[in-house]
């Protein structure tokens, strides 16, 4: 009996080593041009989250330079009824040693003290020319391929996906965001 609760506990220390171990490798990328970085971005592809379930398509992001220093970030989509659905937040780089780990806010200002209201924003792949970039987190809950045009050739998003799934990110639940999306009176419909 002792020997099967000694290797029980061996088998869930393993685990949890793995899975920190796993969280551990996670990289964002060496370097990232704030200024480069900035502007309009399309989304390609994401994991589905609550926070987006709204969206039908046309969901861009848009980041902006404040003055302070931190980034405004103007996320933007089409919703079923064809209302464009706008949330507008605050990003910021609490290690400025590294830019590629930012943290994003969506609650109100007044909460912007809270720890809990700032999540990870990290860019973990970018196209030297800064022609798309791939956000993840370190618990891998969340990831998005954004790209500056609406539409990203499919060599370009399978290698983006061979990449994610090196890092522990399962390609599996990643699902593609239609961009070109009409709004008609009293629906969408999606476009060609």
């Known amino acids: 009996m002792k020997s ?6 061996a088998v869930v220390i393993s685990a949890t080593a793995f899975g920190q171990e ?7 990328v060496s370097g990232l041009d704030l200024n480069r ?3 309009k971005w399309y989304e390609i592809a994401k994991y589905p989250n609550k926070f987006q379930k709204q969206c039908v398509g046309n969901v861009t992001a848009t980041y902006t330079l404040k003055q302070n220093g931190r980034i405004e970030v103007l ?3 089409l919703k079923k009824d064809g209302v464009t659905e706008n949330a507008k937040g605050e990003a910021k780089v609490p290690d400025k040693s590294m830019p590629s780990k930012l943290k994003v806010r969506f609650a109100p200002g007044a909460l912007s003290w809270l ?3 700032w999540a ?3 860019v973990i792949d970018l196209d030297p020319n800064y022609r798309y970039a791939v956000i993840g987190e370190p618990d891998r809950d969340y990831f998005w391929i954004l790209s500056r045009e609406p539409e990203m ?3 370009t998003y399978q290698a983006i996906l061979r990449k994610a799934e090196a890092n522990g990110f399962n390609p599996a639940r990643v699902e593609k965001t239609p961009q070109n999306v009409q709004s008609l009176k009293g629906g969408v419909v999606e476009r060609n």
Do not use: H, R, T
């Open 153 to 155: 050739n499919d060599a």
């Open 4 to 9: 099967i609760l000694a290797i029980m506990i």
């Open 22 to 28: 796993k969280e551990a490798k996670l990289q964002s």
């Open 120 to 122: 990870n924003y990290w």
């Open 75 to 77: 996320n933007q989509c």
């Open 37 to 39: 970085y900035a502007g």
């Open 115 to 117: 720890p809990f209201v």
